[in-house]
Structure formats: C-alpha cells, structure tokens
C-alpha cells in the first residue's frame, strides 16, 4: 500500500500522509485508519470491516526468532494488500493483528467471497523458514447493518473474531446477532485459567476411586470432548480402537482403527504429534497419511499413553471438516489425558499383582 494508492479515496485527499503509516508492514498505523472508519460512518458510506490476527504468531517468534517474525508480518500484510486489491484499505491495530475496509461492500454473499478468496490465497507458500502453514482468523461486520457507531462495529467484529478463534482458527466469521451476540469476549482472560481446571478435572475424573477403569476413562474422553469441540476422540490400542466417541455434528460418523505401528513411526520417541493439515505427516509416515486419508480427517493429535516402560496405546483426537490450528493448551490437556489414563492402567495392573 502506498501513497498514490489510497490517495484515490475521497478522505486521504485532504490528509497529511507523511506519518500515515506503519514502519514496518508499510500499511496505515492504527489512528489514521480509525480516522477513516470515522469519516465513513460520518458520510452514510456503507462498507465491510475486518479483523485479521495471524494465527500461533508468538510460537513463530519464539521458535525462529523476532526478525522472523517481522519478515512474516511483513509479508502477511503486503499479500493482504494484493490480494484484496486497490478497493480495499488496509491498516495494522497492533502486533499479529491487522484491518481492513472495503467500501460499498455489505451484502453478506460478497463479504463471504471476498473473505474466501483471501482465505485460499493467504495459503501459499512462504519464501522464509517456518515450517507450519501461515494461516489466520478473522471477524467481519458490516456498515450500517451491525451498526452506525465506530465502538458498536468494533465490538462485533471482536467477537466474530474470538467466534472464529474458538472454532479452532484458520477461519472467518461473518458477525450475524443470532449467533454471536451473546459471546463475552472479556473471557479470553480467563483462557489459560479455564485450562488447568481441565486438567484438573481430567486427573480426577480418571482417578475416581468410586468407578471402575473403564468407566473413568469414558467419562474423562467424553469430558474433554465437550471441552474442545473436536470431532472424535478415541483410545487406540494395539489391535482396536477403544472408548471412541464422535460429536453429534461432526461430518464422519465412523472411525476405523489405525495400527500402532503407523502412529509409532510419526509420533517417534517423544509419542506426541499434532497436525494442522495431513499433508505434513506424508513424509514421516506415509501408512498414516493415507489412513487419515481413508477417514477424512484433515487434522489430529496424538499423545502416547506411557507409565514407566508400559505402552498401551494412544489418545486421538480428531478434526475432519476444517484444518484446526491446534493451540499449546489443547495439545496439554490432550497430554494430560493420555499421561493420566497411563498411571490408571499401570497402577490397577499393579495392584492386581498384589492381590493375586
């Protein structure tokens, strides 16, 4: 985005753009571009507005470094721009976050269609050294339909956004009230809390003194199912899948069993591996790839369940109709799960020697 490109519309006409924009992603800075939502709210324009937050952007930093990180955002924020083309004005709010508005767009058919295409588009490959696929989440509202004040459109498309994070991300949100006027956005602060109070109830519910073996872990698959959302949720075993339960919306609604020896050979020595897409496990074991395949399932998670020097199996869990970007919390609790069904099985095993 430069100078002579927003110069065409009416607002920036009268602007002083020498200090309009970001320094680094080249793309206006926060206070120019809420000066502009204003002045077309102030002119009855109708338009589409945006949020757009990279997704797992800190594990980017933390894993390759800050200038990595700023040559992502750099490059996030110039194919934004391409792609959307001259009809849109981009801006950066802050940190992995960005914005935009497309004048004259608010029918909800083209601010779908153009959200999908940038969708599709933003998947390219990168030319620098991360190995996860560049994806991001985004909430939308449109002018006047969601609103003629500034703070009121705002709102609503943060809680499109935080709607699209809790999908699991890699998405977008067009705001409609029927869905998503309830959301409370102020409750991502309690995320990680909510967190470990899964895992608490994970250790709980499977080391219940009252119920059976059996019992605890059916009850701890199908607490965490109504915790992530996932599709399935299953425990393999070494000839056969256990305790498997499957959302009551989810696209597949039969899973098959996926031999020990194909999870082995992607999970490696440290027994865990998540996925985004299925495509990345292709190269670590193709027997795997082609029963995800076989299954539909775009992206999973598997955790070994390990006491000591028993092996029993693994927990899956399971995504088929989107390509789940899966958060450092989601794959704990996960873990959690698999670590605590391991110390059940081992310890009544144990215990079953005592009595015998």
Same mark, same amino acid.
């Given at each position: 985005m430069?100078?002579?490109?927003?110069?065409?519309?009416? @607002? @920036?006409?009268?602007?002083?753009?020498?200090?309009?924009f970001?320094?680094? *992603?080249?793309?206006?800075?926060?206070?120019?571009?809420?000066?502009?939502?204003e002045?077309?709210?102030?002119?009855?324009?109708?338009?589409?507005?945006?949020?757009?937050?990279?997704?797992? @952007?800190?594990?980017?930093?933390?894993?390759?470094g800050?200038?990595?990180?700023?040559?992502?955002?750099?490059?996030?924020?110039?194919? $934004?721009?391409?792609?959307?083309?001259?009809s849109?004005?981009?801006?950066?709010?802050?940190?992995?976050?960005?914005?935009?508005?497309?004048?004259?767009?608010?029918?909800?058919?083209?601010?779908? !269609?153009?959200?999908?295409v940038?969708?599709?588009?933003?998947?390219?490959?990168?030319?620098?050294?991360?190995?996860?696929?560049?994806?991001?989440?985004?909430?939308?509202?449109?002018?006047p339909?969601?609103?003629?004040?500034?703070?009121?459109?705002?709102?609503?498309t943060?809680?499109?956004?935080?709607?699209g994070?809790?999908?699991?991300?890699?998405?977008?949100?067009?705001?409609?009230?029927?869905?998503?006027?309830?959301?409370?956005?102020?409750?991502?602060?309690?995320?990680? !809390?909510?967190?470990?109070?899964?895992?608490?109830?994970?250790?709980?519910?499977?080391?219940n003194? &009252?119920?059976?073996?059996? *019992?605890?872990?059916d009850?701890? #698959?199908?607490?965490?199912?109504?915790?992530?959302?996932?599709?399935?949720?299953?425990?393999?075993?070494? *000839?056969?899948?256990?305790?498997?339960?499957?959302?009551?919306?989810?696209?597949?609604?039969?899973?098959?069993? #996926?031999?020990?020896?194909?999870?082995?050979?992607?999970?490696?020595?440290?027994g $865990?591996?998540y996925?985004?897409?299925r495509?990345?496990?292709?190269?670590?074991?193709?027997?795997?790839?082609?029963?995800l395949?076989?299954?539909?399932?775009n992206?999973?998670?598997?955790?070994?369940?390990?006491?000591?020097?028993? *092996?029993?199996?693994?927990v899956?869990?399971?995504?088929?109709?989107?390509?789940?970007?899966?958060?450092?919390?989601?794959?704990?609790?996960?873990?959690?799960?698999?670590?605590? #069904?391991?110390?059940?099985?081992?310890?009544?095993e144990?215990?079953?020697?005592?009595v &015998?």
């Amino acid at each position: 985005m430069n100078i002579e490109t927003i110069a065409k519309h009416e @607002f @920036f006409k009268t602007q002083n753009l020498d200090y309009a924009f970001d320094s680094l *992603t080249h793309v206006l800075n926060r206070s120019v571009f809420f000066s502009y939502v204003e002045y077309l709210i102030k002119q009855g324009t109708k338009f589409s507005f945006c949020l757009v937050d990279i997704d797992n @952007f800190k594990s980017i930093n933390d894993s390759y470094g800050h200038l990595t990180g700023d040559r992502v955002l750099e490059h996030f924020a110039k194919s $934004l721009c391409e792609i959307l083309g001259e009809s849109a004005i981009v801006g950066r709010f802050g940190g992995d976050e960005f914005m935009y508005v497309i004048e004259n767009v608010e029918e909800y058919d083209e601010v779908w !269609k153009n959200s999908h295409v940038l969708n599709v588009q933003m998947r390219k490959d990168v030319d620098f050294p991360i190995k996860e696929p560049l994806t991001f989440t985004a909430g939308l509202t449109r002018h006047p339909i969601d609103g003629v004040k500034f703070e009121e459109l705002f709102d609503k498309t943060d809680k499109a956004l935080y709607r699209g994070k809790l999908k699991g991300r890699n998405c977008f949100i067009i705001y409609l009230p029927e869905k998503h006027a309830k959301i409370d956005v102020n409750k991502s602060r309690l995320v990680d !809390k909510a967190y470990v109070e899964i895992n608490e109830q994970i250790f709980s519910t499977v080391f219940n003194s &009252k119920n059976d073996s059996r *019992t605890c872990i059916d009850n701890a #698959i199908k607490y965490l199912m109504s915790c992530l959302n996932v599709e399935h949720i299953c425990v393999e075993g070494k *000839t056969s899948m256990f305790f498997s339960t499957v959302h009551k919306l989810s696209v597949v609604k039969e899973f098959s069993h #996926i031999p020990i020896a194909h999870l082995n050979q992607a999970a490696g020595s440290h027994g $865990l591996l998540y996925a985004s897409q299925r495509n990345v496990v292709k190269p670590l074991s193709e027997s795997l790839f082609y029963n995800l395949v076989e299954q539909n399932i775009n992206s999973f998670v598997i955790a070994r369940i390990q006491a000591f020097d028993k *092996t029993y199996g693994y927990v899956r869990c399971d995504m088929c109709n989107i390509n789940r970007i899966w958060q450092l919390q989601e794959i704990d609790v996960i873990s959690t799960l698999a670590r605590c #069904i391991a110390l059940r099985l081992y310890y009544d095993e144990k215990q079953n020697e005592v009595v &015998k």
